[in-house]
């Protein structure tokens, strides 16, 4: 494969929909990020929170209010997407009807003048990778939505010299067991052909089982970038421990007491965080319900509780307590007797996240 592109950048990049009035409101807020080639991402966030809107400005559709695009560090801001090498993958499939599933995925190299048996060479190649190989003669107009969407997700493939495949949601209109298997496709097609991948989704688990490396949006703000495990074990703010994870992640209310250590009303905890230059007393402590543990007696980083209920998983149970007024979760193994009533509730030390203004310390 020609590598046309090593690396996207956005720098300073900020959009508003409407920059002229006082006090714009962001769609995408000042942002600076590189994308590295072949790599596999995801965006993710909530409706709203400006994913479609950093798609659009990378493929070209949006011109960014403020900031420049780099492409291996030439700015390509004011460029067409045409000129960009973009391949964009829209929610809804955007096909022409009038064509055979054959001529719909060699559409994009036709439009290059690329020779005919090249074409044919690459259509047969990619409709193999995506099993549609049995309906390069069907008339587009004959697809299911999914299949349509396949085509969508081969015509951006069948070019060797895009920059990067942009996907908004892809996957919205195919049935759950099918999305299952594209999105071991899309993985193994990213393997093969080192394309960068950048898919958008508001679905963690989507988000989690597709990508190497996940962009967390919130309101506009790209608030963490990381890997599946780090946005698990040390999500860099409140939103990001809620938003990632099932159950989201516990948060109490807590009060700085030392170096590193928090209370909850009585209760001490040491943190493995150095909390000496967080201004205010007061933080929450997030722990991930799979971290915590379950004890019948007082043990070192332990707080009572009282449990409501357990709810047997089959793998794992889940069981749901209360401190006081707070609420804890706990998963813990399938085969550990669960005390009915009062129990203790371990937090290890290294596994407790301190957050100060909603944010990690
Ligand atoms: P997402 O894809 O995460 O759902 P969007 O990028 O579509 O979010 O939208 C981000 C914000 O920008 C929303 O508040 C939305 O209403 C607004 N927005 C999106 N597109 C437009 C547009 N063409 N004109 C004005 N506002 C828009
Ligand atoms: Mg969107």
Redesign the pocket.
């Known amino acids: 494969r020609s590598l046309v592109v090593a690396k996207i950048e956005l720098k300073n990049v900020a959009h508003s ?2 920059p002229d009035v006082e006090n714009p409101e962001y ?1 995408l807020k000042k942002c600076n990020l590189s994308w590295k080639d072949g790599g596999r991402y995801a965006v993710l ?10 798609l659009n400005i990378m493929s070209g559709l949006v011109t960014p209010s403020e900031g420049t695009i780099k492409f291996d560090g030439v700015d390509i801001t004011n460029m067409s997407t045409a000129e960009r090498n973009i391949a964009q993958v829209f929610q809804f499939p955007v096909i022409y009807n009038t064509m055979t599933v054959a001529q719909n995925l060699g559409f994009p190299l036709l439009c290059r003048n690329y020779p005919k048996e090249v074409i044919t060479k690459k259509v047969d190649q990619v409709a193999q990778t995506l099993g549609l190989e049995n309906l390069l003669n069907l008339r587009a107009t004959k697809l299911t939505a999914d299949q349509k969407q396949l085509i969508s997700l081969g015509r951006g493939l069948v070019r060797e010299d895009v920059a990067a495949i942009l996907m ?1 949601e892809p996957l919205t209109v195919i049935d759950p067991d099918l999305k299952f298997r594209l999105r071991r496709r899309l993985k193994e097609i990213n393997e093969l052909y080192k394309s960068t991948l950048i898919y ?1 989704t ?1 679905d963690q688990n989507e988000a989690m089982t597709f990508a190497e490396n996940i962009l967390v ?1 919130d309101h ?1 703000k790209i608030v963490q970038v990381g890997t599946p495990l780090e946005l698990f074990e040390r999500p860099k703010t409140t939103f990001v421990g809620y938003f990632i994870g099932s159950p989201a992640m516990n948060m109490l209310k807590a009060e700085i007491k030392g170096k590193n250590v928090v209370s909850i009303g009585d209760t001490s905890f040491k943190t493995g965080t150095d909390l000496s230059k967080v201004k205010s007393k007061n933080v929450k402590l997030g722990i991930r319900s799979e971290f915590v543990e379950l004890h019948d007696k007082n043990t070192d980083n332990c707080i009572s509780v009282k449990i409501d209920k357990v709810d047997d998983f089959g793998n794992f149970q889940l069981v749901s307590a209360r401190h006081g007024m707070s609420p804890i979760k706990a998963k813990v193994g399938r085969d550990l007797a669960v005390p009915a009533g009062d129990a203790w509730m371990k937090f290890p030390d290294n596994r407790c996240c301190v957050y100060s203004n909603e944010v990690l310390v």
């Open positions: 929909y409407a769609a966030g909530p409706s709203g929170c400006g994913k479609t809107t950093m908004d958008v508001h949006m506009g």
